[in-house]
């Protein structure tokens, strides 16, 4: 027996302190329907003597409705949560196949104070979510039709439901299902039979966390940085939104202040921060009356909505110009001139949404840099009508793994996770042909999304046996641009109790060159959970080298033209002062491609922390390799 507090008795009985069983009695689930007698409201004088959970009478019709309301239409637009009031009761939608499994968690979860309906068909799910408007959903794994783990990936489909917690109560007592069942989206595992404490507090805690987490989304932001006086980025970018989504004329502007790295070198973070305030009032005023707001160090967007889009380079120039012509003092008094590079696009160009346009000035700004006038507009890359094509639809993707082995020995295990597609006769295509295809098709989002997933199964899998493991996974920037896909990540990593720092996610340097601002974002919501990143296929050179402090990496894995540095002297030397830079900013580095002996010498006399490569070990879809006797 066991005695619920007082949090848990339902809300119209706040007087009556009442023992429960941990298995309610037969007719327990009659106290909440309208013609119950007054037999049916007492409790059962013993908790010993009430049935299985199998053997609960059938509910009236109305109580449990097997299907929904026939009114209720088959596809109906989905709606953005509203509100909640926190003092509200919670709301449980329990989706449960058998009526009596369902009934003992209803009525579990009345006794408790909250709301909780019951849905019996997979088919109508979405339309009861959508009429009910639950809290959590309490689910089972195997019904007919789809199963629990389909529904759950159909409901993280539906953006309103993408962070809504799903919870699993079963019965199944394989483990290794419990690792599917996470897999496909869910944020808890109970197992049945399960005492109704342990149920209230599982689903109680959940809820309170997720409205917590809606009411800090909810909550108004400023409007106005306090230290800049601009508008927020974040306001600037919601109304760009906005924009987009009214299908508004227009245009967008990416202003780069040139030689941030020599000025803040050369006078300080202080004065450096003061100059971009001056910087960022004189854009303001050159920008009137639309709003310009502080991206990052030393850039700057501003949103030109309703305008003439023929105006677009005259408003570009402005920019410049109005940047330029301008005298700014430091606190020595010493008068600069700042240089800037302006990029921007039309909005007619029909953007899904605010991150592809951010991407697309930043493209823009990166063409700037090299024009005489330091003017670019964003133009669409071409299709070639001669290039290869490559059906997704048809191909099968398959992960493969290649081990970084440190050159000093560790016993840290630690890979490269690598994309393959196997095409239907069999053939592999590796990545570097996958990828493109994919963004030219839109779907690399969604690759992404199934090779991180399939990454975080192998490392909770790996942390449950015991033995560590790091995996280094490609992300794309429009993946990693998406608003949602840093709170997934950091879920998905909470809920499999995965540490961060077993995840390191890789950026490629020409990526990085041209996302800048969206990959530092996204590193920022990443860091305080742990996770690693590390710049790919780098090479030296003045903007490269500013990522390194731009960007809060933990390792740079270099290009692979420096596997040949053995037999060039010039390579050798860049080698040199790509691992020295790295090693003062705290980096480690990655040599890849190794191939021969040779090859990896010339790494480790540079100084280079790991390798990977066919002389350590060819690619292959196994994590079996022995880093405890690695020997190189």
Known sequence: ????????????????????????????????????????MEEAPDAGESPTMNSLPQPPVDTAPATPPTEAPAAAAPQAPEPVDPESPYRVLIVEDDRGQALFAQSVLH??????????????????????????VLMDLHMPGKDGMSLTMLLRQQPEYLHLPIVFLTGDPDPERQFEVLES???????????????????SNRIQRARQRNQALQAPRPSVNSDTGLPTRTFVLQH??????????????????NSALSLRERYGYA????????????????????????????????????????????LAQQLRDGLG?????????????LRSSVGYTALSLGFADAGSALEAIERAVLQARLKPDSVAEYVPAEIDDDAPRISLEDGQFELAYQPIVAVAGSEQAQYQVLLRMRQPDGSLLPASQVIPAAELAGGIAQIDHWVLEHALFVLAERQAQGPSLRLFVSQSPRSLARESHAQWLLDALRARGIEGTSLVIDLRLADALIHTVTLRQFCQQLMPAGVQFCL??????????????????GFVRVSSKYASAHADMQLRDQLRGIIDNAHRQGLQVIGQQIEDPQAAAAMWMGGVDFIQGNLVQAVGSELGFDFHNAVL
Request: proline share 7%.
């Open 111 to 136: 006794g408790a104070g909250m709301q909780a309906d019951v849905q019996m068909q997979s088919d109508g799910l979405l339309d009861a979510m959508r009429r009910f408007r639950p809290d959590l």
């Open 536 to 553: 790919s296929q780098f090479e030296p050179g003045a903007e490269a080298d500013a990522l390194l402090t731009q960007l809060p990496l």
């Open 271 to 314: 004065v450096f921060e003061h100059l971009m305030n001056q910087a960022g009032r004189q854009l303001a005023a050159a920008a009137s009356p639309h709003p310009v707001a502080r991206l990052n160090d030393n850039s700057f967007l501003m949103l030109a909505d309703g305008v003439d889009e023929s105006t677009l380079p005259a």
């Open 240 to 257: 760009l939104a906005d924009s987009l989504q009214r299908q508004s004329r227009g245009g967008l502007f990416f202003v780069e202040v």
């Open 1 to 40: 027996m066991s005695v619920l507090d007082s949090t848990s008795r339902p809300q119209d009985e706040p007087s009556r302190s009442r023992l429960r069983a941990e298995t309610p009695p037969a007719h327990h689930w009659r106290r909440w329907v309208g013609d119950a007698t007054p037999e049916d």
């Open 325 to 337: 012509s301008h005298d700014f003092q430091t606190r020595a008094n010493e008068v600069l001139k």
């Open 185 to 203: 989206g869910a944020d808890d595992f109970l197992n049945k039979p399960i005492r109704p404490r342990h149920l209230i507090a599982a689903v």
